[in-house]
C-alpha cells in the first residue's frame, strides 16, 4: 500500500504564491517519475507538471516561467512552488507518483487532492 499526503493550498490574492508539498508513504521501493495535476470546477484534469527521479522538470505552457516542481528521494516527497498566482489557476491539485512497491509491482498513486484558490 502506499499513500499520498498533499498539504500548503489555500487562499492567496493574484499575484501571490503557494507551495504544495506531497510525501509518499508505504511500501515503496522506489519512486520514478513525480507529478502535479490540477483539475477546476467543469473542466477535466491537467497535468501541470513533472519530474524525474533524476531531477529533469517539465511544464504545461499555462505555467511555464511561474511554478516549479522539485523532489527531495529521501523524504520520498514532491514539492510545486507557485508563484505569480492568477484567478485560472484556481483548481483542485492533486500529486501523483509511479511507485515501485517491495512486492515489485508498479502502482500509479494519487493524492486527495488540495484546494488553491486565488481571489481578490
Known amino acids: 500500500q502506499v499513500r499520498m499526503v498533499e498539504s500548503g493550498g489555500g487562499l492567496v490574492q493574484p499575484g501571490g504564491s503557494l507551495r504544495l508539498s506531497c510525501a509518499a508513504s508505504g511500501t515503496i521501493l522506489k519512486i520514478n517519475d513525480m507529478a502535479w495535476y490540477r483539475q477546476a470546477p467543469g473542466k477535466q484534469r491537467e497535468l501541470v507538471a513533472t519530474?524525474?527521479?533524476?531531477?529533469?522538470?517539465s511544464y504545461s505552457d499555462s505555467v511555464k516561467g511561474r511554478f516549479t516542481i522539485s523532489r527531495d528521494n529521501a523524504k520520498n516527497t514532491v514539492y510545486l512552488q507557485m508563484n505569480n498566482l492568477k484567478p485560472d489557476d484556481t483548481a483542485v491539485y492533486y500529486c501523483?507518483?509511479?511507485?515501485?512497491?517491495?512486492?515489485?509491482?508498479?502502482?500509479?498513486?494519487w493524492g486527495q487532492g488540495t484546494q488553491v484558490a486565488v481571489s481578490s
Open positions: 501523483n507518483a509511479r511507485v515501485l512497491s517491495l512486492e515489485l509491482r508498479l502502482l500509479d498513486a
Open positions: 519530474v524525474t527521479r533524476g531531477g529533469s522538470t
